[in-house]
DNA sequence: ATTCTACAGTAACATTTATCACAGAAGATT
DNA sequence: AATCTTCTGTGATAAATGTTACTGTAGAAT
């Protein structure tokens, strides 16, 4: 099978995978589908095996601002830490291309730890890599301006897509910066007469 | 002894505390002491037995962004992490009150997570609460404008110290917080208006 | 007492970002 | 084709923050 977990997730021991299988549910969802909200009990941590996810943290006014995008053999360092002690979620987790994700239950979670050494490294790796991603999103707010951070959040799209199309509207990317879509519009502008971008409706396409 | 590890981390299993006190290593350090730098391997995983530690973030330009306190009882979480597979530091830890820290070194750090139930679930609950932190901060940042902020530093300074005097200059809250001594000033008088500080040389009260 | 230095206050101005207002273009719907 | 809706561009203006410049003051050093 060509998307086995052992092709996902190389670094797993085959008895884990043969346990994983055992224990965990495999569920799809389409894009656009709200996994989580802040404020959830999670029950689960899930191990993404297709498609795309991201993950924001709400603002008390409804802002969403984008923390890191969840992709294939990975899983949501969050939804780990908050498993093991049945806390309620940080974060909320959309789904922007559709998943298949493998849902663990919280007991196993923590009963692996123990047992499978490749289950270890892959949990420390993951809150490892997750904090090492949210220190990089408060560098871009503590020490960047706002042009800067567009440049930067345009460049993790396109490494997260593997394109260099980015297929949102102005607002859309505005909401995830929590700025204006004026704002921008403008930067944008700029970028174009500076030749990093190309614009259409709905779409920008990375020129460098 | 009343210093003793049992009480600063009573979650330990006495088992846990033996090995500690067997592997582990004491050591002291003053005030502006810098513990680690950013871009340094990391070869040990501290625990604090007493004393103040402020985590940064560092910025191109020479921030110091601060991301949390460290408090007897707690270790650093990015310690951890950065142990476990021998990385670089993404953070900088400076001693604000003289401390004495558990040193434990990489091996143990990660033998440990097998064999104690109570190490296991203290690197989780820390691993989880610095990330609550970390949110937090970006919460901050992201949805709040400087003098939210502002209070919200103060407060977490008195928290951390226990006391409502807090004694540092202008200059130095500017820089925690990545703006400028003036922006500092204007916005204290402004509380100060408000009732809610008084002001003095190098010390701030907090009245509510 | 005098001098020096770090700290604090504040005005004036520049820059960045946010908001308001409106217009036109691209698609979708009828 | 006519209408509607969404998206984009842009000017005008406001607000927040950053910068420069200067002043005064408290405490340390001489």
Not at 97 to 102: F, L, R, Y
């Amino acid at each position: 099978m060509q998307n086995s977990l052992k092709n996902i997730f190389p670094n797993f021991s085959n008895e884990l995978i043969e346990t994983i299988e055992k224990n965990g549910t495999l569920q799809d969802f389409e894009a656009g589908t709200i996994l989580m909200r802040t404020g959830q009990y999670i029950k689960n941590t899930a191990l993404i095996t297709k498609g795309k996810i991201k993950i924001y943290r709400e603002g008390e006014d409804g802002g969403e601002f984008l923390l890191y995008y969840l992709q294939p053999g990975q899983a949501c360092a969050i939804s780990m830490i908050c498993t093991v002690k049945s806390e309620k979620s940080q974060i909320m987790a959309k789904v922007v291309e559709d998943v298949s994700v493998m849902m663990i239950p919280l007991q196993s979670m923590d009963k692996w730890m123990m047992e499978h050494r490749s289950w270890y490294e892959f949990v420390i790796e993951t809150y490892r890599s997750r904090f090492e991603e949210v220190l990089e999103v408060v560098d871009n707010i503590a020490f960047r301006s706002m042009d800067e951070r567009l440049e930067f959040y345009l460049k993790r799209h396109s490494d997260a897509c593997g394109c260099s199309e980015v297929n949102l509207s102005h607002q859309e990317i505005a909401t995830e910066l929590n700025t204006s879509r004026e704002v921008v519009s403008r930067l944008l502008k700029k970028m174009e007469q500076r030749g990093l971008v190309k614009l259409n409706r709905n779409q920008i396409e990375l020129l460098k």
